[in-house]
């Protein structure tokens, strides 16, 4: 059995953000409506990151409820990443399964390292929202558009606003404390 890639403790410089297995049950079986034989699940992260980071994967046909068959890995086997954002990835693998109908566990280990979003945790007032500006700074800025339509709110200041995302964004912009009193003009 081989592992293209094996870690059992990884250099902190790395600065691995999450880490965890993926398993492809046994009973899973490919067709080649579904991506020619192959199976792919998506995978969240935890916490977004800042951009699409690295992941690193590992891939073992068996696993340890194959430990006392005589020889589990039934021929090639492959895994790729098809897509990774800021959110998620999509990881694939391929066997022989496909043609045979018959597969071990195959358990996919990874390890994420990349910036987390630094908004993750931010907390901005005034409604507004934040914005990362690079993976360890970030700034809270207004609306800076709002929709037309007219559905009118009164302001505890006394002002009358075409709708709420305006209200909000006065609030905002000037720092304003005052909240929406009531729906409809204050008039």
């Known amino acids: 059995m081989v592992n293209w890639m094996a870690y059992d403790h990884y250099p902190m410089a790395w600065e691995a953000k999450e880490s965890s297995e993926i398993v492809f049950s046994e009973k899973e079986i490919p067709s080649a409506d579904n991506n020619n034989y192959a199976l792919c699940k998506n995978v969240s992260f935890g916490n977004p990151f800042y951009a699409p980071p690295v992941v690193l994967t590992t891939v073992l046909n068996g696993g340890n409820n194959n430990a006392n068959k ?37 358990i996919v280990d990874y390890l ?68 929406k009193y009531h729906p409809g003009s204050c008039t």
């Open 70 to 106: 005589a020889c589990p890995v039934k021929g090639p086997l492959s895994s790729w990443l098809e897509e990774v954002t800021n959110s998620h990835f999509r990881l694939c693998i391929k066997d022989n399964a496909g043609y045979d109908g018959q597969r071990s566990n195959v």
């Open 112 to 179: 994420v390292i990349g910036d987390l979003d630094p908004c993750t945790n931010a907390s901005c007032k005034y409604y507004s929202h934040c914005v990362a500006s690079s993976p360890d700074q970030f700034t809270c800025v207004c609306e800076k558009s709002c929709p037309s339509y007219e559905e009118q709110v009164c302001a505890s200041n006394g002002r009358t606003f075409n709708n709420l995302c305006l209200l909000k964004q006065e609030i905002c912009r000037t720092r304003g404390n005052y909240t």
